[in-house]
């Protein structure tokens, strides 16, 4: 008997924490894109926001849309090469330790690594699926 | 070529119809300007920036070149002087790169957006049409509002078309709700000259200017007397999306990864991009140290200018002035500023400052330099900067003075002060270069790699420790990638005669000062009591000759007029390299000077001198006490 009420305790627990968890995670009160997914890179148990993470995390051939960038100088100079928010971009090359090269059609721009760190993303497909 | 300001050029001119070049950097633009204007270019220096800016008179009014620029704002110099022609001009003439559409319509279309009226230059098409890129030309005009005429710059393909139809351009097709935004500018700018906060009141205010205004332009604001509205990102929004639009009516691809695409990417992936990077420096160190400054340099210098010029000046001045006398001494003698000046400007240092400006060109002109910047972004974040300082630091091997300069292109105040103490300590310019080249490669590969590696060190040291010391923060690289392709031979000689001429220039009166300065020393005795006074540290802590002093006095004026001087003393092989890395690290020129006090203020340039004299001072006894210390081994 006193096994099952500690069973039943113990799962109660588990399942105040997920929901707990869920409710209270900052990134999930966070808008993104009107047509992306909201930024939830701490939120591991919702399933639509399981790809969001940063720019500096994509790999070569990865295919990804910009969620956010912080930096209103730095999403207008973006905006003027052509890269826009929700936008579809190929991550054409990254150097090890070094800038991100990603690719819009012809166009290729050399992202910082530190920059590239702040700018979220959702990879829409891994290189080679 | 007249080399005068944009001002004065342009006030010759006046009344002329003002017909400006616009368009994204790597767009073909001058090449266009050359097909457009032909023989007859002036070449003007832009006031307070190393920025030239073309214009020539052809039958339709005055041409006016524009630095290449994205989009016309204040992110940098060459956009704030771009908008200022660009908002000044009758019409504007706006070269686009059709294999970039997307990017290039933003400023074409933040043109039409200004209210002036535009001619669009489609150019290249032949690379777009091999590709498989069709662009409907016709719907693109359509959608722009204004003329669009297909061009081929380097084979005038569609030049004369747009000559001939130079007069339908049109003001176009503002971005879809942009109007209403303006209203609101133009309610602002009333309710302010109402309360008569400024003297310019609204009616005089162009649509250009209140565009500029909308999207935060800080020094219009500050025109306008009103604080900014912070509406930039919206109206760039508004202006991507409907370029987007227009964009995805006309274009369609079918193009596949070509040739310049796969060789721009084996530039920047290190396992090929560090080799080729090598490969190019050993082209460049070659063909300067090995062909200029041996073959070239020995027939300017030593056939031409020693050999003809130097006993032709000295008859003549002897004619006029006894050989005997001090005068004499000061214009042709050892030092003599009509003797040593002309040899080392024009005998040493004019061929290989143009060979140096040349491979600068090369550089730039192919696609390669901002790749050479992606790749050293990561080192270059270890001495607090981003890889976007390697471009002042390549010019500075061109020339400190003007490099020094295009730090203003850097993001934050601790770049701007880390790359410019670095410019004045361990980057030599090409005249100093060229004398080291070729005083190094009588010494063999041992000493150079020593030498390479000391300053290299140096650099990489006082970066680190500037990096941990200085206050303030550093940006992170956003570059644009263009393609890798072929430069127009006649467009890097055009740039690197240019520069070669601002080069001499600036250099002939500081060198002439300085033969002024030292024959004046060595006839008054003063040079010998220096060389004394300098002997602790010249001899006793650098272990080298005493004369040596001579060559270090003269850099203080130029570390290539010093390092020229070395040339002429006899050194052993150990002294050779510890006077090459003393005088490669020695005090920046008198014009670096100038320019680090206009830009960093007397106090900050002062701390670079001083910190540049002792570094420099301190690392030349340390090699030579190594160098002894191996040589025990």
Redesign the interface.
Known sequence: MLDKIVLVVAAAAAIGYIVYRLRNSSCCSTSGGSSCPQLCNACPYSAECIKAETMDKVNAGDRFSILQVKD???????????I?VNECLTC??V?????V?VK?????????????GQIKVEVLSRHGS | MGHETVGTSAMAYAGKKKIVLAGNPNSGKSVVFNALTGLYVDVSNYPGTTLDISSSEIEQGLLIDTPGVYGISSFNDEERIAKDIILDADVVINVVNSLYLERELFLTQQIIDAGIPVIVALNMMDETEKRGIEIDVEGLSKGLGVPVIPTVGVKRIGIDELLERLPEASVGNPTPGLDELLKSVDELLSKRSDIGGSAHPSPTVSRGHKLLFLEDDPAMAERLGVAPTGHREAVYKMRREHVNRVVSQVLRDHSRPTLSEKIGRLTIQPLTGIPILIACLWVVYKVMGSFIAETVVEFTEETVMAGLYEPWMRSLISRFIPSTSVVWDILVGEFGVLTMTPVYVFGLLLPLVLGFYVFISLFEDSGYMPRIAALSDRTFGSIGLNGKAIIPMILGFGCTTMATITTRMLGTQKEKRITTFLLGLAIPCSAQLGVIAAMLSKLGLNYLAIYVLTIIAVFLAVGVLLKAVLPGTSSSLLLDLPPMRIPSLSNVLKKAITRTVHFIKEATPLFAAGSVLIGVMDASGVLDVIQRAAEPVVVSWLRLPRETATAFIMGFIRRDFGAAGLTSIDLTRPQTLVALVTMSLFVPCIASVLVMVKERGRLEAAAMWIGAFTVALVTGGLVTRVLSLASLV
């Open positions: 209103e100088d730095i999403r207008c100079q973006l905006m003027r090469l052509g826009d054409d090359y150097l090890p330790g070094g800038p090269i819009r059609g012809r166009q290729q721009v050399a992202i910082g690594r530190n920059l590239a």
